[in-house]
């Protein structure tokens, strides 16, 4: 099928989910290389927005099992790019755990701290209550009417200067 020095490809365009099937890869596979312009693609709008196509030639054969020799893979069949994508994410993941866990030792810290902050405080609170008690306690006493207790003796001689001065007054007067 040449014509000339150009060379006529036959294929079709197809979306990601087609084209991973008649490829036997995942379609994630697909849009990392699509990503590193190791297949054909454009973006075209559809109904729901745009989406990818990939040119599949006609006489493409997928690789036995799925297996496309011009990714990298190691001894077990598994693409590499994806070990490295899980790897990554892997990584990502750790990292964001210990970043969680130290927030929370940081928290627990802090919650210890404010633990202790209350129970002093609620001591504080007891202690002044308590003191209150006692300062409205002798308030009461100190309003309280005061009641002079008289002793007998002085009563008697209260009435014995009372009769002095009486006596006085009424030989004053009488004179």
Do not use: C
């Not at 699509?34 to 709008?45: C, E, F, L, P, W």
């Not at 077990?76 to 990584?91: F, I, K, P």
């Not at 309280?144 to 007998?152: D, F, S």
């Amino acid at each position: 099928m040449t014509t000339g020095d150009q060379m006529v490809a036959t294929g079709e365009w197809l979306n990601l989910a087609e084209a991973s099937h008649r490829m036997g890869l995942s379609i994630q596979t697909l849009r990392r290389r699509i990503k590193k312009g190791k297949i054909q693609s454009r973006q075209v709008d559809n109904p729901f927005g745009k989406s990818y196509e990939v040119w599949v030639d006609q006489d493409y054969t997928p690789e036995p099992e799925g297996i496309d020799k011009s990714t990298p893979e190691d001894s077990s069949g598994v693409d590499r790019d994806s070990q490295d994508d899980e790897a990554s994410t892997n990584l990502e993941l750790i990292r964001l755990v210990e970043s969680l866990h130290r927030e929370n030792r940081e928290l627990a810290e802090a919650s210890t701290v404010w633990q202790a902050r209350a129970g002093m405080l609620l001591d504080q609170l007891t202690h002044t209550q308590a003191q209150l008690g006692e300062a409205r306690q002798t308030i009461k006493m100190l309003e309280a009417p005061k009641i002079e207790e008289v002793k007998p003796e002085e009563s008697q001689e209260q009435e014995q200067t009372s009769s002095w001065w009486r006596s006085w007054w009424h030989r004053l007067v009488s004179e």
